[in-house]
Structures are given as C-alpha cells and as structure tokens.
C-alpha cells in the first residue's frame, strides 16, 4: 500500500501537457511511417506511372511509321524519275533547236541568215546563165550594181587561220557569182570545224541566196593543211523593189568558224 500510495502521488505530480506532445507525436509517426516498402507506390506521381506504363510501343503506331516510311520512298523515286525524264527531254529539245532554226533562219532570212536554193539542172551542171538564177518576173526598178563584202571569224578554241580570197566584189542582182574563203590549221593535230554564217543588213538576208557553200558542214584539216572553200551565190532581184531596201548598196557576207564538238 505504501507503494501503491507513492505511485499515485508520482503520476498526479507529472503534468498533463508534458505527457500529451509525446504521446501524439509517436501517434503521429506511427501514421506517417509506411507499412512497407511494397506501398511505395502511392507516393510517386501520377505521371510518372503513366510513363512507366507506356514504354511499350503501340503496334498500330509502329505500323504507321512503317508505311510513312515506305511512301516517303515511293515519293522520292517518283521525283527522281520525272526529274530524269526533264533533263533528257530539255537534251533532246536543245539539239533539236540547232537544225530547226537552221532551217527556218534558210527559208526565211530571219537574223540575216541567206536564203539557199539549188540551181543544179538534171544533167547535174549549175546554171550560171545572167539573171536566170533570180529573174522571177518584170522589174519595176532599174538594175543597179550592188556590191559584197567578205568577211571571216575564228572562234578562240579554234587554232586556224580563215580569210576571204576577195575582200569585195561587184555583182548584179539575179547574176550568179563565185567567192572563195580559206582555211589553214595551224597546229600539230588534225582538227574538224564547222562555219555558220549571216548577211548584214539583217533586212536583206531574205534577198541573198547561197547556191552552194561550206557552212554547217564539217571540215577537217590537217596539220598546217590549207583548203580552199567556195562559195556560189546571187542576189534576188526583187531587193530592187523593196522600198526598205533602196537606200542599200552594200552587203557583208560574214563566215565564223567553230571548233567541232565530235573530234575523231
């Protein structure tokens, strides 16, 4: 009893608030602490799970990129085929072009390119009778002596020598005549070149008619080899009644050579 007795004096002794924060705070630990490591789940972020649930690819979303790839490549060499196709027409088209325009700048005169026809008979031989080649018809204007110049070009790439044998010469429209140019290489190897050729003033290039020439034909020479080139023209004489044209007196033959593209 006398114990007892001493207990109860002890314990009505100890404060009621000293012993309350100790019991409440291990309450409150106890609640806190998790159970164990299995429930550490419900501490971690909601999207953290849902990433951690999403690393295994979609097979919908792995066959899409699959078939994305496949047009890609599908596209692509659709592209390079039309792009192929451009290019070898735009070839086709820009060596078309050379001999078509020949043939129009011929028949036309257009950029003072002479006019050619042909005065070979059946029996093979040219006609050089007076007036015959360009005599088409009455004359409303007198005749009147005209005269061509002659005049040659040397592209850069080209290592000849090329000159006109006259410098001049006096005709009268519809007479056939005859001029000559030449041509020496005077390098070490054979070379082949082709000549083009213009009539200035451009007006009356319709006018001017070749016979027989060595333009757009290909010539080769040898090592300082020379050669004599001809050519057989005459001027029509309707440029008498070409009210454009009365006031001209004078044409320029022009000749330039170019090295040929196809060397053998």
């Not at 295994?56 to 659709?78: F, G």
């Not at 085929?81 to 078509?100: N, Q, R």
């Not at 040219?126 to 009455?138: F, I, Q, T």
Request: charged fraction near 20%; aromatic fraction near 10%.
């Amino acid at each position: 009893l006398p114990h007892k007795e001493m207990m109860h004096r002890l314990v009505g002794a100890v404060p009621f608030r000293s012993v309350l924060p100790y019991t409440r705070s291990r309450a409150i630990l106890s609640l806190r602490a998790p159970s164990s490591l299995a429930n550490t789940s419900r501490f971690v972020h909601p999207r953290l799970l849902s990433t951690q649930s999403s690393e295994e690819p979609d097979p919908n979303q792995k066959r899409n990129t699959e078939n994305n790839k496949e047009d890609v490549k599908a596209r692509n060499r659709s592209i390079g085929m039309w792009s192929f196709a451009a290019v070898i027409a735009a070839l086709g088209l820009a060596y078309a072009a050379v001999p078509v325009y020949r043939l129009f700048c011929r028949a036309t005169g257009y950029g003072g390119t002479v006019r050619t026809e042909s005065s070979i008979g059946d029996n093979g031989n040219v006609s050089l009778s007076r007036g015959g080649a360009g005599d088409k018809g009455p004359r409303t204007a007198p005749l009147r002596p005209l005269t061509i110049n002659f005049n040659a070009d040397l592209s850069d790439h080209l290592p000849w020598r090329f000159k006109p044998m006259q410098h001049t010469l006096q005709i009268i429209p519809g007479e056939p005549a005859l001029a000559f140019y030449q041509a020496t290489n005077k390098s070490e190897t054979a070379i082949t070149g082709v000549a083009t050729y213009n009539i200035t003033p451009q007006k009356a290039g319709n006018y001017f008619v070749k016979v027989q020439c060595f333009c757009f034909d290909e010539q080769r020479l040898g090592p300082h080899e020379s050669l004599p080139m001809p050519v057989l023209f005459y001027v029509d004489p309707a440029i008498l009644d070409d009210p454009n044209l009365k006031d001209v007196n004078q044409l320029t033959l022009s000749y330039m050579f170019f090295r040929s593209e196809v060397q053998e």
